[in-house]
């Protein structure tokens, strides 16, 4: 198998880190998911009391805190925060941080570094635009508003009865909004990815296809 890199865009709730997940599992390659560090650093900023426009002490934390990932677990300087970093209040604020140019680098160049000579399937909303430029397959998966809502409702009211899918939509569309309209590093298609609008697909068929395009692209390698 040649060296290969997988980039998976989209908005939020596009299904990007189940399917990239089951994606990495078949070709047993690394997965990482770069929205868990987004989330994990505006984790540690709200759990420090840190104002979300303080720039200047979230660029210091971004630049000493540890994220990590083992197995299928994320860490924050050594604390496991896989639940944490779904919180509302992460959902919230994360768009916030993510759009500092300065956290950005520091957190794209970690990124790429992890990638450096690595068979890859990493997802994100910059991945075939910045952090992989060269990915050898650029997927941006979106699907309607409505779907990714009622897709995340689903997930969450297993433990939550509280939900409720207005909610959801409408912190979905604000996230996008802001990942979309940002300065650095938008939220975009990359001129060469393929989209798959997985509205009313299953899971399975989103892989296949997929894997489908891997299997072609190694021919042409
Ligand atoms: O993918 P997920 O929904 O977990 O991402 C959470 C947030 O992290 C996004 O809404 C976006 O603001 C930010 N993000 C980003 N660039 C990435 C991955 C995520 O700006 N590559």
């Given amino acids: ?28 390659f690394i997965y990482i998911d770069t929205g868990a560090m987004y989330r994990a650093l505006t984790y540690e900023v709200l759990d420090r009391k840190i104002a979300i426009d303080n720039i200047e002490e979230i660029i210091h934390i971004a630049k000493n805190c540890n994220i990590a990932f083992k197995n299928k677990d994320v860490f924050v300087n ?15 604020n994360v768009s916030y941080i993510a759009k500092i140019p300065e ?81 650095h590093s938008p939220l975009k298609k990359a001129i060469n990815a393929v989209t798959i609008d997985t509205t009313g697909l299953t899971i399975k068929e989103v892989v296949e296809n997929i894997l489908i395009l891997v299997r072609k692209q190694c021919i042409n390698i």
């Fill in 103 to 183: 956290v950005r680098n520091i957190l794209v160049d970690r990124q790429k570094k992890i990638a450096s000579n690595n068979n890859i399937v990493m997802d994100g909303r910059d991945i075939g635009t910045k952090v992989l430029p060269n990915a050898n397959l650029k997927i941006f998966l979106t699907a309607s508003v409505e779907e990714r809502a009622l897709r995340r409702y689903n997930e969450i009211k297993c433990n939550n009865s509280n939900v409720d899918i207005e909610s959801i939509r409408s912190e979905i569309v604000k996230r996008d909004a802001m990942d979309e309209s940002r300065e």
């Fill in 1 to 28: 198998m040649c060296a290969f890199q997988i980039a998976i865009d989209g908005p939020a709730g596009a299904g990007k880190s189940t399917i990239a997940k089951k994606i990495a599992e078949k070709l047993s």
């Fill in 78 to 92: 050594n604390n496991k925060v896989n639940d944490d970093i779904r919180s509302r209040r992460v959902n919230e």
